[in-house]
């Protein structure tokens, strides 16, 4: 099978951009990732390096897989170093003007037939693809996290993708071992406008004294068969990811009240008080075990 993408260069070597690697890599392309934090592009090869060797461990590949697949990745200094690239992966942070100005420059850098899209999880499409002179070769390929555990990806339309821009990465997420979604380009595409019922509504309910984040998470998890409540969802994403979700959301549906961002985020957010990444969160993580929050 001929992979659809031979060269995937991936700009932001962060959670993200290391887990789209890592599948961009076991579905044959060759990966170039770039960061404009010193040392950071090589460091995601080192823990996909660690990964990968964790896997032979446990028999899941052979070595002469491992070694290949390492060899398939590679971290390159700056965006320059792209020029060859047939898709470009952007998963940098969630900021409309960087994102655009990132774009703009990759135009200049990679040849006109290829394909450039974002990880971004709540900015238009539309609105970043306007920065650039060709919008129609520029889509949402919006993963979840963990990448390689969450096996499904958002193809998004912005109002001037071509459609076989968007077949083409759909064809790419199947390589990738992904079920692949095309959506419109809408405030929070389909995931994370469905996931206002979850979470938002969930923070409502918490702030109105209905229940604790325990007993909403038990129910939600035990009795409604979800695989995490929403307080350990947003635990596991960082309220620094995803109350700023909440907030374009809300801005993008003209401050809808259904869609309003919780206080009670915003006060987290503002203690640095995250979730796992901050050893607490709607739950406390010493040494990475769940205990419930005192
Ligand atoms: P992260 O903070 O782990 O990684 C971002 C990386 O981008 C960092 O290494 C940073 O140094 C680098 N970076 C920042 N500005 C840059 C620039 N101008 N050029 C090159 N590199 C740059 O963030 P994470 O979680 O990987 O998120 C990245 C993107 O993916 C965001 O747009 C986010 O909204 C989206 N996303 C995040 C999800 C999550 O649950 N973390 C889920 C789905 C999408």
């Not at 952007?90 to 006109?112: G, N």
């Not at 509504?201 to 409540?229: K, M």
Request: proline share 3%; charged share 20%.
């Amino acid at each position: 099978m001929t992979v659809n993408f031979s060269n995937v260069a991936i700009v932001g070597a962060g959670a993200m951009g290391r887990g789209i690697a890592q599948m961009a890599a076991q579905a044959g392309s060759e990966v170039w990732l770039v960061d404009s934090m010193t040392g950071a592009a090589e460091r995601a090869k080192v823990t996909l390096t660690e990964q990968w060797g964790k896997l032979h461990d446990k028999g899941k590949i052979e070595a002469t897989e491992r070694d290949a697949l390492i060899a398939r990745v590679h971290a390159v200094a700056t965006t320059r170093d792209l020029a060859h690239c047939d898709l470009v992966i952007e998963a940098i942070i969630e900021d409309l003007e960087v994102k655009r100005q990132l774009f703009r420059e990759l135009e200049d850098i990679v040849a006109p037939s290829a394909v450039l899209a974002t990880n971004t999880s709540s900015l238009s499409v539309t609105a970043i693809g306007k920065a650039l002179g060709k919008p129609e070769r520029f889509a949402g390929f919006h993963f979840f996290n963990p990448v390689p555990l969450m096996k499904v990806v958002e193809v998004v339309a912005g109002f001037r993708t071509a459609a076989d821009v968007c077949s083409r990465l759909a064809g790419f997420a199947v390589q990738m071992g992904h079920k692949a979604v095309q959506t419109k380009d809408t405030p929070g595409f389909i995931v994370n406008h469905a996931g206002r019922a979850y979470n938002t509504e969930a923070l409502r309910i918490a702030s109105e004294g209905v229940a604790d984040f325990a007993t909403i998470d038990r129910i939600l998890r035990d009795q409604a068969g979800f695989r995490l409540g929403p307080f350990e969802l947003l635990d596991l994403t960082g309220l620094d990811v995803s109350h700023p979700v909440m907030e374009s959301i809300y801005r993008q549906y003209y401050e809808e009240p259904r869609y309003r961002p919780s206080a009670i985020a915003a006060q987290r957010v503002a203690a640095g008080v995250l979730g796992r990444k901050s050893a607490e969160g709607f739950y406390r993580y010493p040494d990475g075990v769940m205990q419930v929050a005192a």
